[in-house]
Nanobody, 127 residues
Framework: QVQLVESGGGSVQAGGSLRLSCTAS??????????MAWFRQSPGKEREGVAA????????DYADSVKGRFTIFRDNAKNLVSLQMNSLKPEDTAMYYC??????????????????WGQGTQVTVSS
């Protein structure tokens, strides 16, 4: 069983920055062999893929809405994946979730393709 714990959420004004972190533990696979991703969900909306990163950090995917503003990176020595969020907008307000164990069948930004999830951390951006 894989456990994912997110941290770093909070409230910020538009234009500000936040860094989210997710620490992974457990599971039978080495952390350096698993894809990690961030998703977000607002009330009444479907869960949206924000960013994903390959096991060694060499490949990343981003939602069009966050390209150029968000950066995903990982530290395999610490079982850690982070999401640096800059130039935040009110529409970035959501619960942000860390996910892993991508099935490999479809897009890394598709929420149905992940088997393990954290409990989420809230990000609120005020105008």
């Amino acid at each position: 069983q894989v456990q994912l714990v997110e941290s770093g959420g909070g409230s910020v004004q538009a234009g500000g920055s936040l860094r989210l972190s997710c620490t992974a533990s457990g599971g039978q696979r080495s952390y350096s062999t698993i894809t990690m991703a961030w998703f977000r969900q607002s009330p009444g909306k479907e869960r949206e893929g924000v960013a994903a990163i390959s096991p060694l950090g060499t490949n990343t995917d981003y939602a069009d809405s966050v390209k150029g503003r968000f950066t995903i990176f990982r530290d395999n020595a610490k079982n850690l994946v982070s999401l640096q969020m800059n130039s935040l907008k009110p529409e970035d307000t959501a619960m942000y979730y860390c996910a892993t164990y991508w099935t490999g069948l479809h897009s890394r930004l598709e929420h149905s393709q992940y088997n393990y999830w954290g409990q989420g951390t809230q990000v609120t951006v005020s105008s």
